[in-house]
Protein backbone atom coordinates (compact mmCIF):
# COMPACT_ATOMS: atom_id res chain seq x y z
CA UNK A 1 0.00 0.00 0.00
CA UNK A 2 1.02 3.23 -1.15
CA UNK A 3 1.41 6.02 1.91
CA UNK A 4 1.22 10.02 0.83
CA UNK A 5 1.40 12.90 2.98
CA UNK A 6 0.88 16.19 2.55
CA UNK A 7 2.99 18.98 4.14
CA UNK A 8 3.40 22.81 4.25
CA UNK A 9 -0.29 23.78 4.20
CA UNK A 10 -1.30 27.30 6.98
CA UNK A 11 -2.86 31.03 7.13
CA UNK A 12 -1.78 32.99 4.57
CA UNK A 13 -2.56 36.78 3.37
CA UNK A 14 -3.57 37.27 -0.01
CA UNK A 15 -1.09 38.17 -2.47
CA UNK A 16 1.30 35.95 -0.13
CA UNK A 17 2.92 32.47 -0.64
CA UNK A 18 3.16 28.84 0.60
CA UNK A 19 5.01 25.75 -0.91
CA UNK A 20 3.25 22.57 -0.20
CA UNK A 21 5.13 19.44 -0.04
CA UNK A 22 3.78 15.65 -0.87
CA UNK A 23 5.73 13.26 0.12
CA UNK A 24 5.20 9.23 -0.92
CA UNK A 25 6.10 6.10 0.72
CA UNK A 26 7.15 4.47 -3.02
CA UNK A 27 9.98 4.80 -5.57
CA UNK A 28 8.49 7.27 -7.50
CA UNK A 29 11.36 7.90 -9.96
CA UNK A 30 11.85 4.24 -10.49
CA UNK A 31 8.05 3.95 -12.48
CA UNK A 32 5.48 5.83 -14.21
CA UNK A 33 4.27 7.71 -10.83
CA UNK A 34 2.88 10.89 -11.79
CA UNK A 35 2.03 13.28 -9.02
CA UNK A 36 -0.89 15.30 -8.91
CA UNK A 37 -2.78 18.02 -6.60
CA UNK A 38 -6.42 18.49 -5.94
CA UNK A 39 -8.36 20.84 -3.38
CA UNK A 40 -11.12 20.89 -1.87
CA UNK A 41 -13.25 23.73 -0.90
CA UNK A 42 -16.19 23.78 2.17
CA UNK A 43 -19.24 22.65 0.52
CA UNK A 44 -17.84 21.49 -3.09
CA UNK A 45 -16.09 18.59 -4.84
CA UNK A 46 -12.82 18.08 -4.73
CA UNK A 47 -11.03 20.21 -8.19
CA UNK A 48 -7.74 19.06 -9.89
CA UNK A 49 -5.06 21.56 -9.57
CA UNK A 50 -2.19 20.53 -10.64
CA UNK A 51 -0.31 17.69 -12.41
CA UNK A 52 2.77 16.23 -12.86
CA UNK A 53 3.72 13.30 -15.41
CA UNK A 54 6.60 10.67 -13.23
CA UNK A 55 9.49 12.07 -15.96
CA UNK A 56 8.70 15.81 -15.45
CA UNK A 57 8.09 16.14 -18.95
CA UNK A 58 3.96 16.63 -18.82
CA UNK A 59 2.57 19.40 -16.99
CA UNK A 60 -1.03 20.26 -16.07
CA UNK A 61 -3.09 23.18 -14.68
CA UNK A 62 -6.44 24.14 -13.45
CA UNK A 63 -7.26 27.34 -15.15
CA UNK A 64 -7.81 29.37 -12.26
CA UNK A 65 -3.96 28.70 -10.62
CA UNK A 66 -2.51 28.90 -14.41
CA UNK A 67 0.41 31.81 -13.89
CA UNK A 68 0.51 31.68 -9.67
CA UNK A 69 0.97 28.05 -8.88
CA UNK A 70 3.61 25.45 -10.29
CA UNK A 71 4.00 22.14 -9.56
CA UNK A 72 7.57 20.23 -9.25
CA UNK A 73 9.36 16.79 -8.26
CA UNK A 74 12.37 15.54 -6.90
CA UNK A 75 12.47 11.87 -7.34
CA UNK A 76 15.54 10.73 -5.60
CA UNK A 77 13.20 12.21 -2.50
CA UNK A 78 10.27 10.87 -3.61
CA UNK A 79 8.96 14.19 -3.69
CA UNK A 80 6.38 16.92 -5.13
CA UNK A 81 5.69 20.00 -4.76
CA UNK A 82 3.03 22.58 -5.31
CA UNK A 83 4.27 26.33 -5.04
CA UNK A 84 1.79 28.70 -4.82
CA UNK A 85 2.09 32.48 -5.25
CA UNK A 86 -0.71 35.76 -5.65
CA UNK A 87 -3.09 33.65 -3.46
CA UNK A 88 -6.45 34.58 -3.53
CA UNK A 89 -8.77 34.21 -0.63
CA UNK A 90 -10.90 31.71 -3.31
CA UNK A 91 -7.74 29.17 -3.00
CA UNK A 92 -8.67 28.27 0.70
CA UNK A 93 -9.10 24.65 0.50
CA UNK A 94 -8.12 20.99 1.53
CA UNK A 95 -5.05 20.49 -0.61
CA UNK A 96 -4.94 16.75 -1.31
CA UNK A 97 -1.59 15.29 -2.94
CA UNK A 98 -2.54 11.56 -5.12
CA UNK A 99 -0.17 9.48 -6.95
CA UNK A 100 -0.57 6.49 -9.25
CA UNK A 101 1.12 4.86 -11.65
CA UNK A 102 -1.31 3.95 -14.50
CA UNK A 103 -0.94 5.79 -18.00
CA UNK A 104 -3.28 7.20 -20.52
CA UNK A 105 -5.28 8.24 -17.89
CA UNK A 106 -6.66 11.87 -17.64
CA UNK A 107 -4.40 13.03 -15.06
CA UNK A 108 -7.25 15.97 -14.49
CA UNK A 109 -9.16 13.60 -12.81
CA UNK A 110 -9.79 11.85 -9.40
CA UNK A 111 -10.92 8.69 -10.47
CA UNK A 112 -6.85 8.50 -12.25
CA UNK A 113 -5.49 8.01 -8.47
CA UNK A 114 -6.04 5.53 -6.35
CA UNK A 115 -3.11 6.86 -3.82
CA UNK A 116 -4.10 10.00 -1.66
CA UNK A 117 -2.99 11.87 0.85
CA UNK A 118 -4.88 12.87 4.15
CA UNK A 119 -4.58 16.82 3.05
CA UNK A 120 -3.52 19.88 4.21
CA UNK A 121 -5.22 23.20 5.11
CA UNK A 122 -4.61 26.31 3.42
CA UNK A 123 -6.10 29.63 4.33
CA UNK A 124 -5.99 32.81 2.84
CA UNK A 125 -6.97 35.90 4.31
CA UNK A 126 -8.41 39.38 2.58
Known amino acids: QVQVAEFGGGLVQAGGSLRLSCVASVDVGSSTYAMAWFRQAPGKEREFVASISWNALSLEYADSVKGRFTISRENAKNTAYLQMNSLKPQDTAIYYC??????????????????WGQGTQVTVSS
Open 98 to 115: ATDPRIYVDRTQTSSYDY
